[in-house]
């Protein structure tokens, strides 16, 4: 019941994120227009990706809550992982957009610097969104949720564009007309590489990929029972917040079935205790010195 509860909590962070996005979009497309900033329409445009991706976080963890049925007997737990793969496809097809725009921009400048307040609602956003991104990073730990991770990561790097967009903004103020459409590319950039980082985590958890020094510390847990005479196998993959577990361990032969039970309950209480690991499944084999 703990994942299910951890899950509900991760959708305030998603809430969050939609909210202050949809605020921080429409003010700064809206001032941008008015104060004539390639690199803060950017900005705003980043953040209108950021509602939708957003939203696909928040619908991802709502079906992740669904308990398991007939054709999901493991639940519904990867559909945070797919909401994720979602959200990157969304701002790398945005992102590529912004690039677009602002290179036509580069090649054909405009003759006319933006207005201050486009810089100064800049630095104001840059300031709301690490707020959330220090909210959401926080929470994401508390219930071990990988979609609210990624989206505290994308809150970081739109603080940081935000950043840079202002830095351009004030470069034009001092004459150097190019430094707005050039700070709106590198915005675009920003966006891509975000992303690119979040499609690859996502799309390694879904093809059962995980993390190889994380399985090392796993497999001496388990090594680290005195019963356990060998660790023969050990494997692990991420089913959206959870980490599932199999191991093949070799015990004394001359051991009972219910002593082998007793092992395997500890295992399983020791990896839940030392790492967050609720689902582990332990087949006992004898221990043989020849091989």
């Known amino acids: 019941m703990s994942d299910y509860h951890n899950l509900k909590q991760g959708e305030k962070g998603a809430w969050v994120s939609i909210i202050a996005y949809l605020i921080l979009a429409t003010a700064k ?28 976080v928040l619908i991802g963890l709502k079906i992740s809550r669904k308990p398991p049925d007939e054709d999901h007997h493991y639940g519904h737990f990867r559909a945070e992982t797919i909401a994720s793969l979602v959200a990157a496809f969304i701002m790398m097809t945005v992102g590529i957009e912004v690039l677009i725009g602002t290179v036509q921009d580069i090649l ?19 300031i709301v969104m ?14 071990d949720s990988q979609a609210l991770m990624a989206a505290a990561q994308d809150n970081k790097s739109d603080a940081l564009v935000s950043i840079g967009a202002a830095v351009g903004i004030f470069g034009s103020q001092l004459g150097f007309l190019w ?40 497999r001496q847990t388990i090594g680290e029972h005195p019963d356990v005479l060998a660790v023969r196998d ?15 361990i070799h015990v004394d032969p001359d051991m009972t079935i219910k002593q082998g039970h007793i092992i395997t309950d ?16 332990i087949h006992i084999e004898p221990y043989d010195e020849d091989e």
């Open 179 to 218: 430094l707005d459409p050039l700070a709106g590319f590198i915005v675009g950039l920003i966006i891509c590489k975000t992303a690119w980082d979040i499609f690859s985590t996502a799309s390694h958890s879904l093809t059962d990929g995980f993390d190889e020094d994380r399985l090392e510390r796993i």
């Open 29 to 56: 497309i809206l001032i941008a227009s008015i104060g004539n900033s390639e690199a803060l329409r950017a900005d705003g445009l980043n953040n209108t990706t950021d509602v939708v991706a957003s939203v696909a």
């Open 266 to 281: 500890e295992l399983e209480d020791k990896l839940e205790v030392k790492h967050r690991i609720f689902y582990a499944h």
């Open 234 to 248: 050990v494997k692990a993959r991420l089913q959206g917040n959870r980490t599932l577990v199999d191991a093949i």
């Open 108 to 126: 054909t400048p405009s003759n006319s610097e933006p207005a201050l307040l486009t810089a100064w609602t800049a630095i104001a956003a840059a």
């Open 130 to 143: 690490f707020g959330v991104y220090r909210y959401n990073l926080n929470l994401s730990k508390k219930v």
